[in-house]
């Protein structure tokens, strides 16, 4: 099927110049369309939520912090001796977020 390079290009010449007229309509509906199909997409992974198996992998990954129980003794000491220290620890425990 040996087709000469003139014979398409004389067949194609047509199609094409009707379609130079419409040029910026068919590229204006082009990026409409990867747009919409991006917002789509964006819109379907933002909204998935993770499998159980992947919520217990991370979970089982995060090492929780210990406290060691002699430094909790120790403030608790320090705490009921000095009551400047035992204001601080009211204060803090009514509002953690002021300096």
Known sequence: MN???????SKTAPILSS???Y?????ILAF???YGFLV???NTLAGGEPSEEAVEERLNT????RVDQNAVDKIEQLQTQNIEVKT???????N???E
């Open 3 to 9: 087709i000469p390079l003139d014979a398409i290009k």
């Open 19 to 21: 379609l130079h007229r």
């Open 23 to 27: 040029m910026v309509l068919i590229f």
């Open 32 to 34: 409409l369309g990867i």
């Open 40 to 42: 789509f997409r964006i």
């Open 62 to 65: 995060v090492q929780r912090p």
């Open 88 to 94: 601080l620890f009211d204060q803090a425990r009514n």
């Open 96 to 98: 953690p977020f002021s």
